[in-house]
């Protein structure tokens, strides 16, 4: 069950909200406009959720390190970091993505036997 601890807490997650998504509404007002419209609390809440981890994860969240001489932001890790993050975002928007991540792990007989991880020296065998 949701508890809409997002949208209870309104005005301070839509201005997260915009700034993570600023560069797609001409205006404040649109976007605005735009969540207002969202019917449902329960989406308004989710919309609230996948805005604020986006601004905190990828939009403005780096990988950082604190190892004697190395760079405090890893490129390559952040990047990573942020890859991961985004497609988290997306398979928990909905129910259905969630569901049908599991079946789309390949079992045992959906692999062909030419399967490229198959044969002398790999890993996995028939």
Request: hydrophobic share 40%; charged share 30%.
């Given at each position: 069950?949701?508890d809409?601890?997002?949208?209870?807490?309104?005005?301070?997650?839509?201005?997260?909200?915009?700034?993570a998504l600023k560069?797609h509404f001409a205006?404040?007002?649109?976007f605005?406009?735009?969540?207002?419209a969202i019917?449902?609390?329960?989406?308004?809440d989710?919309f609230?959720?996948?805005?604020?981890f986006?601004?905190?994860l990828?939009?403005?969240?780096?990988?950082v390190?604190?190892?004697?001489?190395?760079?405090?932001v890893?490129?390559y890790?952040?990047?990573?970091y942020?890859f991961?993050?985004?497609?988290?975002?997306?398979?928990?928007?909905?129910?259905?993505?969630?569901?049908?991540?599991?079946?789309?792990w390949?079992?045992?007989?959906?692999i062909?036997r030419?399967?490229?991880?198959?044969?002398k020296?790999?890993?996995?065998q028939?």
């Amino acid at each position: 069950m949701n508890d809409l601890r997002y949208l209870k807490a309104k005005d301070t997650f839509l201005d997260r909200a915009y700034l993570a998504l600023k560069n797609h509404f001409a205006s404040r007002d649109d976007f605005d406009k735009y969540f207002d419209a969202i019917k449902r609390d329960e989406q308004k809440d989710l919309f609230l959720r996948t805005s604020l981890f986006y601004v905190l994860l990828v939009k403005c969240g780096d990988w950082v390190v604190d190892v004697p001489g190395s760079d405090k932001v890893v490129d390559y890790l952040t990047n990573t970091y942020k890859f991961v993050t985004i497609f988290s975002l997306i398979e928990s928007l909905s129910e259905e993505t969630r569901l049908a991540a599991s079946a789309i792990w390949p079992s045992e007989h959906a692999i062909p036997r030419h399967w490229p991880c198959w044969g002398k020296g790999a890993h996995v065998q028939p």
